[in-house]
């Protein structure tokens, strides 16, 4: 039997004609790479994308949860402000040193598989602080709690960037942080509703277990690229896992810090997440039922809507952002503006219930400037160092609070006049108007700072 070797040739026209479906990022049918030409329906990308953003929305649920508890922990733990501080603050120590480690991550390992794990530690510590029996455990629980959660929005930006046009990408990380914050309103008034029916510990059990349904939901469901569920990619970085050496680690964190706006956006939105969080997260309910003599679950209502007004102006910040083509003037208008905002809550003492819901909204909406950052960064760096530039900018973002909070118990106890009720200490309006001012000047350090920023115009600068 004779066998004939079929040689083909193909000319210019052909060649460009038939090559450019056998792109590498095309998926494999029956060995053979398919060429799609249909980008994801917006229904798949938000399914794959609210996945992840459901973890996110359970992270600010633990970040903020101790605010309306405070009373419960110290009682339990047999703790003074500057313990609980640090109680809660436990949490943003792992979340800020983990940034970095999960921006490469999500550069080599991709979306998926960090958000899968970290939802499982993350399950893990909520059962260990919801079983503490001594403080150090409660410690370690809210450890594994924030460094775990801490993957959660550099993995949604991540999912963003590969599963979105890059037109929607400010607006879309405006929408993860309403995920976040519709969390953080849980931890509020319905939580404290909740306590008045169970223990604090039972409540945490059962978000652990809703932790863990989002583990599985992440890993059945979730993917890197569209072309893993038969889309067209949009362009998102390639994942290679030979990437993930020491040596290049260590450049590409050295690679982002070569470029100005880096430095800059590290230090400038900690001042005004420090605030929202602190706020919050931790001293507010204490300071509105004391020096307002609002009830806990009015005061925990009352910093809901700050959160509320938080989610809400992030979205629309960043829309604007995009629509208007620029970053800085934006950011700037937004931190002026929740200046102002928060020198009226910390030192108008005599005000009506309205008047005090009005400063709050504005100075929560206000705050959502910050979510310009994250885009802001992005433009600012080359396109490859784009998950290791979130992770840098994130770590930023939460100084604010792993500082603040813990800063602000030391000078409530540093101010105590010895007053205790129901075995809680009673700090005077002073204490908190002291450490309400450290708040305030890191976030005027944050105004001033915005003015040596290089406006991007929504475009990528490298």
């Known amino acids: 039997m004779k066998v004939c070797a079929l040689k083909l040739e193909l000319t210019d026209d052909t060649r460009s004609t038939i090559l450019p479906t056998f792109q590498r990022n095309e998926p494999l049918r029956h060995g053979v790479k398919m060429h799609l030409n249909h980008s994801p329906p917006p229904r798949a990308a938000w399914f794959v994308w609210g996945l992840g953003a459901l973890f996110y929305l359970m992270g600010f649920f633990h970040r903020v949860a101790p605010a309306v508890m405070t009373e419960e922990l110290m009682r339990e733990f047999n703790i003074n402000a500057t313990a609980l501080g640090n109680l809660s603050a436990f949490y943003f120590y792992s979340y800020v040193a983990m940034q970095i480690p999960t921006?490469?991550?999500?550069?080599?390992?991709?979306?998926?598989?960090?958000?899968?794990?970290?939802?499982?530690?993350?399950?893990?510590?909520?059962?260990?602080?919801?079983?503490?029996?001594?403080?150090?455990?409660?410690?370690?629980?809210?450890?594994?709690?924030?460094?775990?959660?801490?993957?959660?929005?550099?993995?949604?930006?991540?999912?963003?960037?590969?599963?979105?046009?890059?037109?929607?990408?400010?607006?879309?990380?405006?929408?993860?942080?309403?995920?976040?914050?519709?969390?953080?309103?849980?931890?509020?008034?319905?939580?404290?509703?909740?306590?008045?029916?169970?223990?604090?510990?039972?409540?945490?059990?059962?978000?652990?277990?809703?932790?863990?349904?989002?583990?599985?939901?992440?890993?059945?469901?979730?993917?890197?690229?569209?072309?893993?569920?038969?889309?067209?990619?949009?362009?998102?970085?390639?994942?290679?896992?030979?990437?993930?050496?020491?040596?290049?680690?260590?450049?590409?964190?050295?690679?982002?810090?070569?470029?100005?706006?880096?430095?800059?956006?590290?230090?400038?939105?900690?001042?005004?997440?420090?605030?929202?969080?602190?706020?919050?997260?931790?001293?507010?309910?204490?300071?509105?039922?004391?020096?307002?003599?609002?009830?806990?679950?009015?005061?925990?209502?009352?910093?809901?809507?700050?959160?509320?007004?938080?989610?809400?102006?992030?979205?629309?910040?960043?829309?604007?952002?995009?629509?208007?083509?620029?970053?800085?003037?934006?950011?700037?208008?937004?931190?002026?503006?929740?200046?102002?905002?928060w020198l009226s809550i910390t030192f108008i003492t005599k005000i009506p219930i309205y008047g005090l819901v009005a400063m709050l909204l504005v100075t929560g909406f206000s705050s959502g400037c910050i979510i310009i950052t994250f885009a802001f960064a992005k433009e600012s760096v080359p396109s490859h160092l784009s998950g290791t530039v979130s992770g840098v900018v994130n770590m930023g973002v939460m100084m604010g609070p792993t500082l603040l909070q813990p800063a602000v118990g030391w000078i409530l106890d540093l101010k105590w006049q010895g007053e205790v009720i129901r075995g809680i200490r009673l700090y005077t309006l002073d204490a908190y108007q002291t450490g309400f001012s450290l708040m305030i000047a890191w976030t005027v350090l944050s105004f001033l700072l915005l003015f040596f920023t290089r406006e991007t115009h929504c475009r990528q600068m490298v």
């Open 103 to 341: 921006g490469i991550l999500a550069d080599t390992w991709g979306p998926r598989r960090l958000l899968t794990m970290g939802s499982l530690v993350a399950g893990i510590g909520t059962l260990i602080f919801a079983l503490a029996p001594q403080i150090i455990w409660a410690n370690l629980g809210r450890l594994l709690i924030g460094g775990s959660v801490a993957v959660a929005f550099v993995g949604l930006l991540k999912v963003a960037n590969n599963w979105f046009p890059p037109r929607y990408y400010a607006m879309v990380s405006g929408v993860a942080l309403f995920f976040g914050i519709i969390g953080a309103v849980f931890a509020g008034t319905p939580l404290r509703l909740l306590m008045n029916h169970y223990s604090w510990r039972t409540v945490i059990m059962l978000s652990a277990l809703a932790t863990f349904v989002i583990c599985l939901g992440i890993w059945f469901f979730v993917r890197d690229y569209p072309h893993e569920k038969g889309y067209t990619d949009l362009g998102g970085t390639e994942i290679d896992a030979g990437k993930s050496s020491l040596q290049k680690i260590i450049q590409g964190i050295a690679d982002v810090f070569n470029y100005p706006n880096t430095w800059f956006l590290c230090v400038i939105p900690g001042g005004l997440v420090g605030c929202v969080l602190t706020f919050s997260g931790l001293w507010g309910v204490p300071f509105l039922t004391t020096h307002h003599k609002l009830s806990p679950p009015m005061a925990a209502a009352m910093t809901s809507t700050l959160l509320v007004a938080w989610a809400v102006g992030g979205p629309v910040f960043g829309w604007f952002s995009d629509r208007l083509g620029h970053r800085k003037r934006l950011y700037l208008i937004g931190s002026v503006i929740s200046i102002a905002g």
